[in-house]
Each structure stands twice: as C-alpha cells, then as structure tokens.
C-alpha cells in the first residue's frame, strides 16, 4: 500500500499554505506540517504558526526547535569568519535551510512518513537546499514540491486558495519574506528588477528611532557573551539587538548575488543584529589578531560563506573550516563600543586585554620605542633587494 504520509516544511506563507491544500485536497495526501524554528520569531508568532496549520485542514503540526543547533553549528562560524555575501548579505536565511532541511529529514524518519514537501520555486536556490540536504540524509523519502512542479505565481497560488475556501487577506504576499535569527530577507516585484529599491512598506520593521544610543558588545574567544554589560546566552543577545537596532533602520540593504542555479539574484533584507556583530567583532580582530591570522582567515571565511550558501554544508571541508576559524579565536575577547544612529552605526573603539595596538613597542605615527632609525634603514635595504635585482636582470624602467 502506498505511505500518503508526507511532512510539509511549513512556515505559514503563501507558499507553503498552498502546499497544504493542494496536497491534501487535490494529491490526497495526509500533510504533517513541521516549523523549523530556528530563531528569531516569538512564541505567539510560533503558536500562530501552529494554528494556521491546522485551519488550512493538516494531519497533525509539530515545532521543531533548532535555534541553539543553528547558533552551535552555523551562525557562530559565521561570525568567527565576517562572513558577507559579495560583502553585503549575511546568510540571513540561506544558513539556516541546511538545519531546516534536516530537521524535516529526520521528522519524516521518526513518524515514518514517505514523503516530504517544500515551497520552493524552481528559480532559487532553497530548492537545491532542501532537496540536496534530503537527498544525503534520507535518501529513500520522496520529495514532492508543488509550487517548483506547477511553475505558480503568487496570483495563481491566491485564486486558489480562495477557491478552496482559505479567504484570508493576502495583500502583504506581494512580497516574500523570510525571518530568522541571522535576519530576514525581503522579496518581491522590485528585486526582480536592476534598479528599483524597495518601497519602505516592504520592511518588515518600520523607522520609529532617530536619537543616537550608544551600546556595548562584549566577546570572549570570539562570541557576544553581553548587551551593554548584560550577560546572556549568544541565541538572546542577537534577538535583544535585533530589537533594539532595527527601528533605526540599521541592517537594510539589497544582495545582489550568483545563484546555485546560475542566474543572477537580488534580494533585500533587514539583519541588524548581524551586521553590527560581524563589523564589531572583525574591528576586535583588527587589534587582537595577527597579520596572516587575518589575511588567511578572511580568505576562509568566504570559502565557507560560499559553501555554505550553495547547499554543501555537510562537505567534509567544512568542518576543516570551522576547526580552524575557531583556533583563530583564543584572544578575540574585550568590550566593543558603538553609536547607533538612524540607518547607521558608527564603530567607536575597543577595549582588550589582548590589544596588541597597544603593546610597549611603538605608537604608529609617533614613537619607535623598540627599533631605532638604523634598523630601518637595514631592514628596508634588505626588503627591497628582490624588486632592486628584478628590475637590474631585466632593464626595466624604474617608474615602470
């Protein structure tokens, strides 16, 4: 007999709210919708979640909590690394599709379901996410994703709905938005064009602050441990500074990328919490890091964005990564300050106990306390004698 047990991953859009009825109504098949959460929603946001499940008609609904997973496993190295998309997009959303895609691969394992489903179009990149994560975790599970096979619009997915009696206003569903943890990313008629910015009602948090405020973020070996000199586990302080910096409009701004599949992509977001924790730690790095520390650890730090962007965090490499980001880490500990203004932040300074701008050996600019002046002289004599035989061996000019 076949299993018509089949596990949506469900978030409560448009998308995945077509799922349900199609599968169920049309397909026949008896939906379990699993929410992966994995940060950065409320608990009234997740049981409204749950209770727009079972309106649409699922089986049963169940919350899959994996936000300290996805701090331990992702968004800490992440961090560790600076790690910014074609130096913009903080993996707001495309780092957590791998813990989501597990987490429903291991739910349709544990209630024996033989199939699983997702919403994903067929132009982006969470389908390769979700599929390439199932397909190496459950291999033997059926991945079944209406809105890809039947090539919807969001017109298409609204009319059908309505025929299905699901009547809810659907005039925010213009625009695709995704929260998380790490941030949210915005889109909709605007990002599918090059040069049209996104109305300030597509923002999923609204400018209501314009007095400066000035925070202070501390690290041990590499993690926020404290908000303005409040401890608390790393998973809260980023949702505390996520509300604290987001009504200033700090975060915004428009990724413009290559896709898994091969076509250019653009897309907003809104990621305040990231973005102020990945350039106050990387200034902490600055004065705490050595020179090849830094410039090895940034190159590797791409590599594992980019990796981790396009679907293949369970390559071995990865985990090569991560070990060495985190050996990186053992002096990134002191106290960052920062102003927040109205769609800005303004890093201040440092304090650590491991600031090697502050060492005994010179002031830049200023003061030689541990060479002297004929040192230099040797050293720059020594240091220019491969470019000086260069340039004597092949007659080249020397302004050339």
């Known amino acids: ?9 469900f978030s409560g859009g448009l998308d995945t709210s077509y799922c349900v009825k199609y599968l169920s109504e049309v397909q026949g098949l008896e939906v379990h919708s699993a929410f992966v959460h994995t940060g950065g929603f409320s608990k009234s946001e997740i049981d409204e979640i749950e209770q727009n499940a079972y309106q649409l008609g699922v089986k049963s609904h169940k919350t899959l909590e994996k936000t300290e997973e996805f701090y331990q496993k992702a968004i800490k190295y992440l961090l560790f690394g600076n790690v910014l998309r074609n130096n913009t997009y903080p993996l707001s959303v495309s780092a957590e599709r791998a813990f989501q895609a597990k987490a429903i691969a291991e739910y349709a ?32 599970i059926e991945i079944v994703t209406p809105i ?30 995704n929260k998380g943890l790490w941030g949210t990313s915005v889109g909709g008629a605007e990002t599918l064009t090059s040069n049209k910015p996104l109305p300030e009602s597509a923002w999923p948090t609204q400018v209501t602050k314009s007095e400066p405020v000035d925070i202070t973020l501390q690290f041990e070996k590499g993690e926020c441990v404290a908000l303005n000199g409040k401890i608390m586990p790393p998973t809260e302080l980023i ?43 990387h200034l902490l790095e600055k004065h705490t890091l050595s020179k090849w520390q830094m410039q090895w650890k940034s190159q590797l730090g791409d590599w594992y964005g980019m990796m981790l962007h396009e679907a293949q965090y369970l390559e071995p490499v990865m985990r ?25 932040f303004q890093l201040n300074g440092i304090e650590s106990d491991f600031d090697i701008m502050q060492s005994e050996a010179g002031q830049y600019g200023e003061m030689n306390n541990a060479w002297t002046g004929e040192d230099v002289k040797g050293f720059t004599k020594i240091l220019s004698n491969a470019s000086k035989l260069y340039y004597q061996v092949n007659k080249l000019e020397k302004n050339a």
């Open 148 to 177: 890809r096979d039947q090539k919807l619009s969001r017109k298409d997915e609204i009319e059908f709905l309505h025929s299905h009696g699901v009547q809810k206003e659907w005039s925010k569903a213009q625009y695709s938005i």
């Open 239 to 281: 949702f505390k500074l996520q509300e604290l910096a987001s009504p200033y409009g700090i975060g915004r701004d428009v990724h413009v990328g290559d896709t898994i599949i091969g076509i250019k992509g653009r897309v907003g977001f809104e990621a305040a919490a990231s973005l102020i924790l990945i350039k106050a730690h």
């Open 320 to 344: 090569n990564i991560e070990d060495f980001m985190e050996g990186t880490q053992s002096s990134v500990t002191g106290k960052v300050f920062i102003t927040l203004y109205p769609y800005r």
């Open 109 to 140: 394992q544990l209630i024996n379901a033989g199939k699983v489903a997702h919403g994903s179009t067929g132009a982006g990149n969470d389908q390769v996410r979700f599929d390439l994560m199932i397909n190496v975790l459950a291999p033997e």
């Open 1 to 9: 007999m076949e299993n018509k047990k089949i596990v949506l991953a």
